[in-house]
């Protein structure tokens, strides 16, 4: 029998559609529906276990899934939870950023952390939050509230509240404002150290290893663009300190009337945002075109 590897991500929610987006951008998709709890894919050797998010790191610390993709915030909550828990970060996925930060409401004055000292502050991060407060010297009662945490300073159960936020616009519809972030998160790649069936061993491992070439290759792609462009002869130096991580582009000399000219085609290694464009034009460049690239593999 061939080996598959198990893949833990969220069954619904914030970082399903992304999970599934990055592995169909790699090649990768699955038979069935997401009523299902287990899909299989055709296309590469492996399973996708659909799961809440809190459950993901429980599931791949015992070995059941292999893999799987949360939230650092989550992974970080069931670390502080369970001190024997040996996970690894294989890889920071670049989407489902977020930070877990301390709010209080508009109108209560703060001139520091110390004023939380014997207060009240609701969370759904209770491990993550009592750890930062004992970095912090400061005493606390947390109260564990598992959603809809920005009402409780309104209904009377807490003095400030410590959740995620993005936009932020979920602390200010409730009247609350951020006053300090305790960490950064965004979806992680988690692995275990646990081997159910240590005589396929190596044959997981090499799985584990061209899928974590696909993922890099998605993420690289994603962040490289093919930039094109005419442009003076005289101006290719100036063109290429503009251009975030441009290599050795390639330059065609532009025949017939145009021969101080030349065209240029470059992979840039980072976005290239409309100021560095307009920047471009302003030296000379024109028919400036921008392109996104589908995968690199180097
Ligand atoms: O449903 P399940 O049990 O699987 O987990 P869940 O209820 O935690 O799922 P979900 O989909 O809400 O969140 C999944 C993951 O998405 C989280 O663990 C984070 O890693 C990530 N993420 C990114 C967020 C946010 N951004 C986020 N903004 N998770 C929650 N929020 C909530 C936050 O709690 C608050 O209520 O959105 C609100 C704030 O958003 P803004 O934009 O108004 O600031």
Do not use: H
């Amino acid at each position: 029998m061939n080996p598959r590897i198990k893949l833990a991500v969220q069954k619904s929610g914030r970082l399903n559609e992304k999970s599934l987006r990055i592995l169909r951008r790699a090649g990768i998709t699955f038979d069935g529906n997401s009523g299902n709890l287990i899909l299989s894919s055709p296309d590469f050797p492996i399973d996708l276990m659909l799961l809440r998010s809190c459950d993901i790191p429980k599931y791949v610390n015992n070995g059941i899934c292999d893999l799987g993709i949360v939230g650092d915030n989550v992974l970080q909550e069931e670390l502080a939870s369970n001190r024997a828990m040996t996970l690894q970060t294989r890889k920071k996925l670049g989407f489902g950023n977020c930070r877990l930060s301390l709010a209080v409401p508009v109108d209560e004055p703060f001139s520091g952390i110390s004023d939380f000292q014997n207060r009240k502050i609701a969370t759904s991060y209770p491990r993550t939050l009592e750890k930062y407060l004992e970095t912090q010297g400061i005493r606390c009662e947390i109260i564990e509230i598992s959603g809809s945490v920005e009402i409780a300073p309104a209904l009377g159960i807490a003095d400030a509240i410590c959740d995620l936020v993005s936009t932020g616009s979920t602390l200010k519809s409730n009247n609350l404002r951020e006053i300090k972030t305790i960490s950064e998160s965004e979806a992680v790649l988690i692995q275990s150290n646990i081997f159910r069936e240590p005589e396929i061993l190596a044959e997981k491992a090499a799985i584990i290893s061209r899928l974590l070439e696909r993922i890099d290759g998605v993420m690289r792609a994603e962040r490289t663009k093919y930039i094109m462009m005419n442009a003076p002869a005289n101006k290719i130096d100036e063109i290429k300190s503009l251009i975030p991580g441009m290599e050795a582009p390639t330059i065609i000399p532009l025949g017939g009337s145009r021969s101080d000219q030349v065209a240029i085609q470059a992979v840039a290694k980072e976005d290239v945002f409309w100021d560095t464009m307009q920047a471009l034009k302003q030296i000379g460049a024109s028919s400036i075109l921008v392109v996104p690239i589908e995968k690199i593999i180097i």
